[in-house]
């Protein structure tokens, strides 16, 4: 795998945490100060189009009962067979994450090349779960307690307590994830709140990024 470029060209900060804990709206926050986003859901998304070699595998794999009339893949009926069953999880993992990550490079160093953008967040749900904490130099974990996490999952995608535990079960705990964090953004208190810490953030890294300069 081909290497992060140097520290002083392009800082990256992964931004993950639970799910519906509000990554992606800390992540649209820090895209207005000026961080561009790398989004591994739209990574993954790229990677398993129609007639892509891991879309190949994947069906080979799972069955022609994963796919839509259109031939993209059922993401919902995909996840239901990967969060009941572990092994599915990582084999699926091990079809797509080697593709993940080359895509992930090539945006990176498209922006390491013009240097338009010296901050640059890579957005990686399953940043520890699937070990790719050496692609980024800093994380930002975004918290929010555990029974918020399901309230807010079960209102989201419309499904039943059981179902979002199950899910959250699939992942690292929240509060296991606090302890790998460089920075954390608490985004249980409202819009205005976050934005606060997000701000403050934003003056620690630029400050970070100028020193290594």
């Known amino acids: 795998m081909s290497s992060l470029p140097n520290q002083a060209e392009t800082l990256i900060l992964g931004v993950t945490g639970g799910i519906a804990?509000?990554?992606?709206?800390?992540?649209?926050?820090?895209?207005?100060?000026?961080?561009?986003?790398?989004?591994?859901?739209?990574?993954?998304?790229?990677?398993?189009?129609?007639?892509?070699?891991?879309?190949k595998e994947i069906v080979d794999y799972f069955g022609t009962a994963i796919l839509l009339k259109d031939g993209f893949l059922d993401r919902k009926k995909l996840?239901?067979?990967?969060?009941?069953?572990?092994?599915?999880?990582?084999?699926?993992e091990s079809i797509t994450h080697p593709g993940i990550r080359d895509l992930f490079l090539k945006r990176v160093k498209e922006f390491t090349k013009t240097g338009s953008a010296p901050i640059v967040q890579a957005v990686i749900p399953l940043l520890f779960e699937a070990g790719l904490q050496e692609l980024?130099?800093?994380?930002?974990?975004?918290?929010?307690?555990r029974e918020l996490q399901i309230e807010r999952l079960t209102k989201r995608d419309h499904i039943s307590r059981e179902q979002a535990e199950r899910i959250l079960k699939a992942q690292l705990p929240i509060e296991d994830k606090l302890k790998h964090a460089d920075f954390v953004i608490r985004n249980e208190k409202g819009l205005k709140e976050t934005q606060?810490?997000?701000?403050?953030?934003?003056?620690?890294?630029?400050?970070?990024?100028?020193?290594?300069r």
Not at 79 to 92: I, S, T
Not at 196 to 212: H, I, S
């Open 136 to 145: 980024v130099h800093k994380i930002l974990v975004v918290y929010i307690p």
């Open 79 to 92: 996840a239901g067979l990967v969060f009941k069953d572990p092994g599915n999880r990582r084999k699926l």
């Open 196 to 212: 606060k810490q997000v701000l403050a953030l934003w003056k620690t890294l630029t400050m970070e990024q100028e020193r290594r």
């Open 21 to 55: 804990s509000g990554k992606s709206t800390v992540a649209d926050m820090l895209r207005e100060l000026g961080a561009p986003m790398i989004d591994f859901d739209l990574l993954a998304r790229e990677v398993v189009a129609p007639g892509r070699p891991a879309w």
